[in-house]
């Protein structure tokens, strides 16, 4: 992924060095990012039951996606009312953009609608079970703990950990942190492992998954050319010049692609016990 950081409005004097700092931490990334890319989960989804394992643990990744955002988004902007400037007006332009498309894209026949309700209803479409994640939306929406959700539920472990980091990540309120979680641990990472998935499951099940290949479609177009070069100009705004944020985002990405090995780890077993 090329480092993308202009028209930012950053001094001309700082660009170069933001520039580093992102090429730094990409390289630190590197190890990490090849595992999940030669990860061997891949090549083990042969059929559509193999497809339906991965969507019913995935969808909780694409779920808590949306809290990182809209975390991002709370930190980043103002969410109340009488409403007031916040924060940089470069990084509300940046997050909102992202929110935008994430919260509101089209569905393939131009009606809004989110990445997740999307998903599933690409789950729907080809027969995989939702049910534990509209229970869990539904205790989330009467006001039980996300964390109380995550022991109660009958989920894998390598799901509830996956889960649990995220939101612990945003429980500690550092919006650099998120950030780095958002956009190394998803936003940057997200085409790569889409493309791995794409193959030719589609023409072998026509009807069955349009919805699917549509949500990837978009996904890859949307992440590679627009939200991860978005994200990296907002990570470098949020932590600027102090290396120790610079620091403490390599810790956070490092986390988050390690709990993503972690969770494809834990869905690829799935898979072959199935």
């Not at 193999?50 to 975390?71: C, N, T």
């Not at 894998?156 to 950990?161: F, L, Y």
Request: aromatic share 10%.
């Amino acid at each position: 992924m090329p480092v993308i950081l202009e028209k930012t409005g950053y001094s001309p004097t700082l660009l170069p060095f933001y520039q580093e700092k992102i090429k730094w931490l990409q390289q630190e990334l590197r190890p990490h990012r090849e595992a999940l890319m030669q990860h061997p989960l891949y090549e083990s989804i042969y059929d559509l039951a193999d497809l339906r394992v991965f969507m019913e643990h995935h969808i909780f990744a694409v779920w808590d996606f949306m809290s990182l955002l809209k975390s991002l988004q709370r930190h980043l902007t103002c969410v109340d009312v009488p409403w007031t400037p916040h924060g940089s007006p470069a990084n509300r332009r940046l997050i909102n953009e992202i929110v935008l498309e994430e919260e509101t894209d089209v569905d393939p026949e131009g009606n809004p609608i989110s990445h997740f309700e999307l998903y599933v209803r690409a789950m729907e479409e080809c027969g995989a079970d939702t049910r534990l994640i509209h229970e869990l939306l539904a205790g989330v929406q009467h006001g039980k703990s996300i964390f109380t959700q995550l022991e109660t539920l009958s989920l894998p472990g390598h799901t509830k950990e996956f889960v649990t980091h995220t939101f612990k990540t945003i429980q500690a309120s550092q919006p650099h942190r998120i950030a780095a979680s958002f956009t190394f641990g998803r936003e940057d990472v997200i085409p790569d492992m889409f493309r791995c998935l794409i193959g030719d499951l589609n023409r072998r099940y026509p009807g069955t998954l349009d919805t699917f290949q549509y949500y990837m479609d978009r996904h890859i177009q949307l992440d590679d050319e627009v939200h991860s070069p978005l994200a990296m100009k907002m990570v470098a705004e949020l932590c600027g010049e102090d290396k120790h944020k610079w620091e403490e985002c390599r810790q956070e990405a490092v986390a988050c692609q390690k709990m993503r090995l972690h969770l494809w780890d834990g869905i690829l077993a799935s898979i072959r016990r199935h």
